[in-house]
C-alpha cells in the first residue's frame, strides 16, 4: 500500500544527497581497499569529535558494537550485565551470546529509560556491566548510573543505538560518558548507512587497542592472535556514504526537534492528552527523537485505525525483554517489571523524519482524534 503519511522517509533524506553518496561509492571502486582503510579512518576522525571523544571505531553494526564492547571486558559465563526490561534484542541478546547472564531493570514510566533506583537491588557479587539504554533518541539518567557503578567497580556500556548527538541532562554526548558507547548505524537510526554498520566510542586509549584488536579477530598484527576476536570490520562502501550523512546529522536532528514541537502542539490543542486517551513523550534532556513515541489508549485498534487512514506507526517494543520465550530459563515472569509491560502494551511510534509536514502531522493527530471520537 502507499502510505499517506509513511513511519520513515528514507527516501526524502537521500534524493537530495544521492549525487554525494555516488561519488563516495565511485571513489571506494576506484581505490579497490574495500574494508577499514582510508575512508573508515575519516568517518572515525569525524565521529569522535561529533561525539566528543578522543577514539571511535567503525565496526560492522550495532550488535557488534554491543557484543565487542563486552568482549573487551572478557564477559563470559558467570558474569552478570545489568540492564533495561525494555529495548530492542540486540542488548541483552550479545549478552546471552558470551555465554553471560543479562539481569533485566524496570524501567521509568516518562523516559522509557532504566529506572536508576530500581538497579542496586539487582546486585550480586556476579555483576560486571551496567548497560543503560538512550531509548528512542533520549539519554538514561546517567549521573546515579555512573556513580553506582563507580561504587561498586562495575563497568557502564551505553547502547547510544538510537541517540547518536543527544546530550543527557549535564550536557554531556551520548556515547561519551560510559567507559563505552556503542552505536548502530543501520539505515533507519537517525544516521543510516546505506546498509549494515556500527561503531564504538571511548576515552581511553587502552580500551581503544583493545577494541581495535578485537574488531580484527584479536590481532594487534597480520597472523599473530593474542586474543579471539572477530570480523567487526566495517565496510568503506558504508564510512563514505555516512561521512557524507554526518555533514547533515545536525539539520536533520534540528527537524526531528520541531517535527516533535509540532506534534506536542497539535496534541495540546486536540484535548487528546486531557481527556487521557494519550500521552506525549518528555524530554527533560537534548532528545534527537530517534521516535516520538506516544501513550495511547486502546493501542492496537487506535493503529489498525490509522492504518486504515494510510498512516504508519511502529511499536517498539511489543514484548518486554524478560518475557522473551529465549530467555525463559532466566526465570522472570509477567508482572515482574509492571512499567516496562504496561509500555509495552500502550506505547506507539508516529511517523517522524526531518521531511515530514505540518500538513501530514495534522492528518496524523486529526485521525487520532477521530478514532477516539468514534463512540
Ligand atoms: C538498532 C539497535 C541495536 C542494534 O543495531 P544493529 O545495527 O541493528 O545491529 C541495538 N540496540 C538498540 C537499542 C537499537 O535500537
Known amino acids: 500500500m502507499t502510505w499517506r503519511v509513511p513511519l520513515v522517509d528514507l527516501d526524502s533524506l537521500h534524493r537530495p544527497i544521492r549525487g554525494e553518496i555516488l561519488e563516495g561509492i565511485a571513489r571506494c571502486l576506484d581505490r579497490q581497499n574495500f574494508i577499514l582503510g582510508e575512508e573508515v579512518a575519516k568517518l572515525e576522525e569525524g565521529l569522535a569529535a561529533y561525539c566528543e571523544v578522543p577514539f571511535a571505531l567503525g565496526i560492522s553494526s550495532g550488535t557488534d ?38 539481569v ?19 546486585f550480586t557479587e556476579r555483576s560486571r556491566v551496567i548497560v543503560p539504554v538512550h531509548l528512542y533518541g533520549q539519554c538514561a539518567e546517567m549521573a546515579p548510573i555512573l556513580a553506582l557503578a563507580e561504587e561498586r567497580g562495575l563497568v557502564v556500556i551505553e547502547d547510544a543505538a538510537q541517540a547518536i548527538g543527544a546530550r543527557d541532562i549535564e550536557g554531556r554526548r551520548a556515547g561519551s560518558m560510559g567507559s563505552i558507547g556503542a ?41 599473530l592472535h593474542e586474543t579471539v576476536g572477530g570480523n567487526f570490520r566495517m565496510d568503506a562502501l558504508q564510512a563514505a556514504a555516512l561521512s557524507v550523512k554526518l555533514r547533515y546529522l ?29 500521552r506525549t513523550p518528555t524530554a527533560p534532556s537534548d532528545h534527537v527523537y530517534h521516535q516520538y513515541v506516544i501513550r495511547a489508549r486502546e493501542r492496537q485498534d487506535l493503529r489498525a485505525h490509522l492504518t486504515e487512514e494510510g ?40 511517523p517522524m523524519y526531518p521531511s515530514l509536514t505540518d500538513e501530514q502531522q495534522s492528518m496524523v493527530v486529526s485521525a487520532i482524534a477521530a478514532f477516539y471520537r468514534r463512540g
Open 183 to 223: 552505536f548502530s548505524f543501520y539505515p533507519s537510526k537517525n544516521l543510516g548507512a546505506i546498509g549494515d554498520a556500527g561503531m564504538v566510542t571511548t576515552r581511553e586509549e587502552g580500551l581503544w587497542e583493545t577494541l581495535k584488536r578485537l574488531r580484527t579477530h584479536g590481532a594487534s598484527r597480520d597472523y
Open 250 to 278: 545536525d539539520e536533520w536532528t534540528r527537524k526531528r526537534r520541531e517535527r516533535a514541537r509540532c506534534y506536542d502542539a497539535l496534541f495540546a490543542e486536540s484535548e487528546l492528552v486531557e481527556e487521557g486517551n494519550v
Open 311 to 350: 498512516i504508519g506507526t511502529g511499536i517498539y517494543y511489543p514484548v518486554p525483554l524478560h518475557l522473551q520465550p529465549c530467555f525463559h530459563d532466566l526465570g522472570y515472569g509477567e508482572g515482574d517489571f509492571p512499567v516496562a509491560e504496561r509500555a509495552a502494551k500502550e506505547s506507539l511510534a508516529l
Open 104 to 122: 533485566f531493570v524496570d524501567i521509568e514510566e516518562e523516559s522509557f529509560n532504566l529506572d536508576p533506583a530500581r538497579i542496586e537491588e539487582t
Open 65 to 102: 558494537a554491543l557484543l565487542v564492547s563486552l568482549m573487551a571486558y572478557g564477559i563470559g559465563p558467570g558474569d552478570e550485565v545489568v540492564t533495561s526490561a525494555f529495548s530492542f534484542f540486540a542488548t541483552a541478546g550479545v549478552v546471552s551470546r558470551l555465554g553471560a547472564t543479562p
